[in-house]
């Protein structure tokens, strides 16, 4: 399950497409809990969305998908980060490549693209266990002339689909993006083995490793 | 304290172990970068000290492996606020490494192969505090976690513990690295809560 947050913040820079925000979440007894989480949206002033998933028996994000009520506060710092981010003075082919709730900053990249009216060609690979498990689905589905989205079912392909389920290859990546030909620049983001082996197919295709961008948000390895 | 979280109660746990502020207890071994991991076998691996009169040492990977090898188990703190106690490794000190260079530098910008960069104070590498890690729990030091070789600097966060360590540049003025320039922290202690620049 995950669920989208809208919160109001005072006194925050606006942010680019691509960063994350720290929440802390204090108890009553002043105990508190850190999590970082990328914006879902960026360019917005005193507001700052994100989308969490929530993980099974994890501290934090089950509290933010299941209880959070509106009204209640939380602490925000940031935006945070300088490296994975995609500004619109990029003209360069993009291709966005992510694993499970790793959409959410590639998806505030896509948001950035159409806000700014960019004309950089972008492609999304988006590696879901399931299409019940895709955020964003009508959004996704929408055209978006110039992003052009593939999506790879890891559990349970929909009906009628040519690809059957299974993890991400070469293939999809190759297929799914652009070519190393065009120096696209490639941002990866998702759990850390999914990040470890999409980085390394990008690579042995002939990226160049400087034009690969990675975000990994756990689990642990 | 802080604006309290309505609802939220969190969970405890782990209080009897000391940790830096705002940092929780990690048992797996997270994987962070900014980008591919490079595949460096070690027979194309050498590690490089260079000082401010621009007078180059160099190690290959065999030699480096004929110097003393220290075993090391500390406790490693990440930015990102997991902590990790009594991580094993195994290296070479950089004691040992800068032992007989003639430098008057105070500051070292740390290169690694694939183009990352951070900045520490030389003090901060002499008297047992840094090594050159090439071992994990008794094993080779994996390419995710930096193989074959990283620094290990465990008293600052662990983006100064540079993944695949190629070169010690040695300055007598301080620059930022990759992170630091990004908006991280010119120095990092993990006890002070030095994370971003400011702070
Ligand atoms: C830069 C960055 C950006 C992030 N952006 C987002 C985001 O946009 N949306 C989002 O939902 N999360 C994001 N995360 C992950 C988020 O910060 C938390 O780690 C996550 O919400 C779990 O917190 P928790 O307190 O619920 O779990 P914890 O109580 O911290 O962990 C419970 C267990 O779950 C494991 N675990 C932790 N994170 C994950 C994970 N992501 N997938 C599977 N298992 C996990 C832990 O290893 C642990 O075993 C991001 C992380 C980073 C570092």
Redesign the interface.
């Known amino acids: 399950m995950a669920a989208t947050l809208l919160m109001h913040v005072e006194g925050q820079p606006a942010g680019l497409a691509g960063q994350r925000v720290e929440v802390r979440l204090t108890a009553e007894d002043g105990y508190t809990a850190d999590r970082e989480y990328s914006l879902a949206r960026s360019g917005e002033p005193d507001r700052a969305e994100i989308t969490v998933q929530a993980i099974d028996g994890g501290e934090v994000s089950p509290f933010l998908v299941e209880d959070i009520e509106v009204g209640v506060e939380l602490q925000v710092r940031g935006p945070i980060g300088g490296w994975f981010v995609w500004r619109p003075e990029q003209t360069e082919p993009v291709t966005l490549i992510a694993g499970g709730s790793g959409v959410v900053p590639l998806m505030a990249m896509i948001r950035a693209r159409r806000a700014a009216g960019s004309k950089a060609p972008f492609r999304l690979i988006y590696s879901v266990r399931s299409r019940d498990e895709m955020f964003y689905r009508s959004e996704l589905r929408q055209p978006d002339p110039g992003v052009d989205v593939s999506v790879v079912h890891t559990r349970e392909a929909p009906e009628g689909s040519p690809r059957p389920a299974g993890r991400i290859t070469v293939a999809d990546v190759n297929n799914g993006g652009w070519p190393p030909d065009f120096a696209p620049t490639c941002y990866v983001c998702g759990p850390t083995g999914f990040v470890e082996s999409v980085a390394d197919m990008l690579v042995a295709l002939g990226h160049d490793p400087h034009h690969v961008r990675t975000e990994r948000f756990g689990p642990t390895g | 304290?802080?604006?309290?979280?309505?609802?939220?109660?969190?969970?405890?746990g782990g209080g009897d172990v000391k940790l830096p502020p705002?940092q929780?207890l990690?048992?797996?071994?997270?994987?962070?970068?900014?980008?591919?991991?490079?595949q460096i076998a070690p027979a194309a691996w050498a590690f490089e000290i260079t000082t401010e009169s621009g007078e180059e040492h160099r190690w290959s990977w065999v030699e480096l492996q004929a110097l003393p090898r220290e075993d090391i188990t500390v406790d490693i703190h990440c930015v990102?606020?997991?902590s990790k106690l009594g991580s094993r490794w195994t290296g070479v000190s950089l004691d040992t490494l800068l032992s007989g260079i003639d430098t008057q530098a105070s500051y070292a910008m740390v290169h690694s192969y694939?183009?990352y960069t951070t900045n520490l104070p030389l003090d901060d590498l002499r008297n047992g505090q840094a090594w050159v890690a090439y071992g994990y729990d008794d094993r080779p030091l994996r390419p995710?976690h930096g193989g074959p070789a990283r620094l290990l600097v465990p008293h600052l966060y662990f983006w100064k513990s540079a993944k695949w360590v190629q070169r010690l540049e040695l300055l007598t003025e301080d620059r930022l690295g990759?992170?630091e320039?990004?908006?991280y922290h010119a120095y990092g202690d993990p006890w002070r809560e030095q994370r971003?620049a400011g702070d």
């Open positions: 304290m802080g604006i309290v979280t309505r609802g939220f109660r969190g969970r405890r705002g929780y990690e048992t797996g071994f997270p994987v962070l970068s900014a980008g591919p991991t490079p990102t606020k997991w694939g183009g995710e990759f992170w320039r990004a908006g971003y």
